[in-house]
């Protein structure tokens, strides 16, 4: 069992680890993180414009965690307010890879903050060639 432990730490790699959590995490050919629009947040900003900042965040972090848009597998969109969804549908379309696209759900919850309108967490494979 001790010997089964310490092979599964060996195949996960936490990316950016603080005290509270990591920026992101790789296991084996999957990597998983959350990412919300820049901070601090700008609760003067619409939805669409929260959306487009989170996802060149999440472009960005795609990219250190050696993965791509193509690559999504899935995709929970976390809203402040429901009613934003055509506005957020309207900037994921302009985004997302829709040759591949990912699974997705989609829910309203309290967010952390006033100011923040969405969040999103994302999974994803590795690209082959990492």
């Known amino acids: 069992m001790a010997g089964e432990i310490s092979e599964l730490k060996d195949v996960i790699q936490r990316i950016d680890g603080g005290p509270r959590m ?3 995490v790789r296991h084996k050919d999957t990597v998983y993180f959350a990412v919300t629009p820049q901070a601090p947040y700008d609760g003067n900003l619409s ?3 929260q959306c ?3 996802f060149q965040k999440a472009q960005g972090r795609l990219d250190v965690l050696g993965s791509s848009r193509s690559n999504l597998l899935f ?3 976390v809203l402040a307010d429901m009613s934003d969804l055509d506005e957020v549908n309207a900037v994921w379309d302009s985004w997302i ?3 591949n696209p990912p699974a997705r ?3 309203e919850a309290s967010l952390t903050q006033p100011s923040l309108k969405l969040e999103m967490i994302m999974i994803a494979a590795v690209n082959d060639s990492e």
Do not use: P, T, W
């Open 22 to 24: 990591s920026m992101g």
């Open 75 to 77: 995709v929970a969109i």
């Open 47 to 49: 939805a669409a414009e």
């Open 97 to 99: 890879d829709q040759k």
């Open 105 to 107: 759900a989609c829910f």
């Open 52 to 54: 487009r900042q989170l």
